[in-house]
C-alpha cells in the first residue's frame, strides 16, 4: 500500500488501536539498549525530544519501554541538575551546551506518567532528579520574570553547584521555549501538591530519607509557583507588547510556527495569544497538507501538525484539530513511522527519507487528546473553554 493510500482510507478517522501501536512500536525499534530513544534512526538524542517519545510510549501502554527511558535519562543527569542538549545512544555527550526547556521537560513527562499509571513509588524514586532539574531552570530566572533559553554547559560541566554561571554567556528567551517551561513548571507544581498530600505521606514514608532531605515538596511548592507566576507575566508582557527590539529580552520568532500555537498548549492563552495564533493561521496552515515549520518555506512537518492541532484542541477547535491530525497521514510509512516532513507541492520529503521519533510521539500525543485520553489533562483545560468564541 502506498503512502497516499494510507492517507486516502483514513482520511475520516484518527488513529485506531492497531496504527497506534503500530508507530509505537517504530519508536521502540529506534530505542537503544540502554534506553535511549534517538531524533533519528542513528542519530542523536536530546532531552526533550527523548522524554516526548517516552510520553507516546507511556500514552499506549507499553510502560516497560517509557520507564527504560526516563531511568536512562535520570542516570545520566548533570549533578547539578542539567543535561546537555546532545548525546549519542552510548551517552557521549554530543553538545554541550544546554537547553533550559530540555532539562524541565522532566516533570511534565512525570506528571504524565503518573496520571496514566498511578504509580507513586515510581513518581517518588524519580521526585529527586524532577527537582534537581527543575531547580536548576530556575536559578537563571531574571528579575523581570524570563528564563534564557540556552547556556553554554562548558562552563557548568565539572560543577555541582546550582547557580547562575558567566552571565555574558546567557542567551536571551524563546517564547516557545519558555511556553514548554511554564507548562512544566504547572507540572512540578502539580507533583509537589500530589508528594506533599497527608494521604500519601505515610505511602512514601520509606523513602523520606530521599525526598525529604534536599527535595522537600512541601517546601518547593511556593518557590514552584511563584517562578511559574514570574514567567507567566513575563510571557503574557512580551506578547501583549512585543517586541521588545531595545532589550532583547525575548527574541522575535514570529515567522516560525511554534511561536505561534506554544501558548495555547501550555496554558498560557489569553486575548493577545488567541489573536496571535488565528492572525497565523492562513500563513502557516496549507489544506490537506498541515503546518509549515517556517513561514517562508513550504516544508510541512509531522510534528508541527501534531502540535498545533493540540493547540486547537486547548481552544475546543475539534473540528480544525482533527483535520490537522488527519493530514499527517501523508507523512505515514506502512510499518507506523513517520516521515519529518514533505515540501510542497513536489511532495519531496525533507530531510530526504528522514523518519523521526518526535514526529510519530507527537502524532500519538495529539490522538489520545483528540481521542478524549488522559493526555488531554496534560495539555488543556476545561477553563479555557470560553474561548472558543475567540476563534
Known sequence: MTQDAIYKSSAINILGTYE??????????MQARGGAIPKTYGGSVDPWNHLEAAMALTTVGRIGEARKAILWLAEIQNPNGSWYSGYDSADNVLEYRIDTNQCVYIATTLLHHFLFTG??????????????????????QTKAGNIPWSIDGEALCNSSEVTPYVKEEITPSLLASSCSIHHSLRAAYILSNILAASENMHSISQYKDALFVDYDPQYLQPIYLYSRFKLFKS???????????????YLNKDNYAMDNYYP????????????????ARD????????????????WFT??????????????????????????TYRHRLQDGSYLTGSVYPTKATFPRGEVSSYSSAAVILANDILAGGITKQVFTDSKLSSWRAAI
Do not use: H
Open 283 to 298: 500563513l502557516f496552515i496549507l489544506d490537506d497538507w498541515g503546518v509549515r515549520c517556517l513561514v517562508s518555506q513550504d
Open 119 to 140: 504509580d507513586l513509588a515510581f513518581l517518588v524514586r524519580l521526585w529527586p532528579t524532577i527537582a534537581k532539574a527543575v531547580n536548576f531552570v530556575i536559578s537563571y
Open 235 to 249: 510571557i503574557n508582557e512580551y506578547v501583549y507588547n512585543r517586541p521588545n527590539t531595545e532589550e532583547e529580552i
Open 20 to 29: 497506534v501501536q503500530a508507530t509505537a512500536s517504530s519508536i521502540i525499534s
Open 264 to 279: 495555547m498548549m501550555t496554558f498560557l492563552t489569553s486575548d493577545a495569544a488567541v489573536a496571535k495564533m488565528v492572525k
Open 302 to 327: 509531522t510534528a508541527e501538525t501534531s502540535e498545533w492541532a493540540i493547540a486547537e484542541m486547548c481552544l475546543g477547535n475539534r473540528v480544525l484539530a482533527k483535520s490537522l491530525l488527519i493530514s
